[in-house]
């Protein structure tokens, strides 16, 4: 408490304080401009070596598509409510029609854990057994199969770029299909399941479990990228103007 009077990590509004400490006030973010539907508030404090562990991790390269801001003020929008009082740093909370759905306390690392509880929250149930049960899809049921416009193929949760859809193919096997993804996009993973040996292909963003590789696609690569689908988000180019 000597070293920290304000809290955790220098947290302020916590109501410890020592006599001649004071507590350095940051403006209270305004609701009109966030995002009501679904926000992401980082509530962060200064010289805490956690929110910049966070910032340098996740926020500096930031492509979800749900908004996300960080601030110093330990307190909510006016008019928009948080479940419990904040006791660390830093401290996310989702926030969906002005109201605190789930939070994220504490971060030192473990990037993949966050991603997990993001995805928990913005994915559906289907999404959810795909992503993080390793499920798969019905063939010729998901998602994207007859997706041929320019642009990108992303990870739901993160953002980020998986394919370009000038590598997707026409494999007739009830999956989007792709010979080549975007450079360190994604991880390959040894999987013995079900009494095969495959290799499965997983976002390198998030984690989340995407479909399988297999030897039999078109030049030059040869590859069969095999994704479900209803993981990928499409996000068409922007028209030439």
């Given at each position: 408490m000597k070293k920290n009077p304000n809290g955790y990590c220098g947290l302020g509004g916590t109501g410890v304080a020592y006599p001649g400490s004071t507590t350095k006030q940051h403006a209270q973010l305004?609701?009109?401009?966030?995002?009501?539907?679904?926000q992401l508030i980082v509530f962060e404090a200064e010289e805490c070596p956690f929110c910049e562990k966070f910032k340098h991790d996740i926020l500096s390269s930031w492509k979800a598509?749900?908004?996300?801001?960080?601030?110093?003020?330990p307190n909510p929008p006016k008019g928009w409510e948080l479940e419990k009082a904040l006791f660390a740093t830093p401290t996310i909370v989702l926030f969906e029609n002005g109201k605190e759905v789930s939070r994220y306390t504490g971060y030192n690392g473990e990037t993949p854990r966050f991603w997990k509880w993001l995805g928990f929250r913005l994915l559906t149930p289907e999404q959810r057994a795909i992503a993080f049960e390793q499920g798969t899809e019905r063939a010729f049921t998901g998602?994207?199969?007859?997706?041929?416009?320019?642009?990108?193929?992303?990870?739901?949760?993160?953002?980020?770029?998986?394919?370009?859809?000038?590598?997707?193919?026409?494999?007739?096997?009830?999956?989007?299909?792709?010979?080549?993804?975007?450079?360190?996009?994604?991880?390959?993973?040894v999987d013995n399941d079900h009494g095969?040996?495959?290799?499965?292909?997983?976002?390198?963003?998030?984690?989340?479990?995407?479909?399988?590789?297999?030897?039999?696609?078109?030049?030059?690569?040869?590859k069969r990228y095999c994704i479900n689908g209803n993981v990928l988000k499409f996000i068409p180019d922007e028209p030439s103007k």
């Open positions: 305004e609701a009109k401009d966030l995002n009501l539907d679904r598509e749900t908004p996300i801001i960080a601030t110093l003020n998602s994207h199969l007859d997706e041929t416009r320019p642009g990108y193929f992303v990870d739901p949760v993160t953002g980020a770029h998986l394919f370009r859809s000038d590598t997707k193919f026409k494999s007739n096997s009830g999956w989007p299909s792709f010979f080549n993804p975007i450079e360190g996009a994604i991880t390959e993973h095969m040996q495959r290799t499965e292909v997983r976002s390198a963003s998030s984690g989340i479990h995407l479909g399988h590789v297999f030897n039999d696609g078109p030049a030059p690569t040869y």
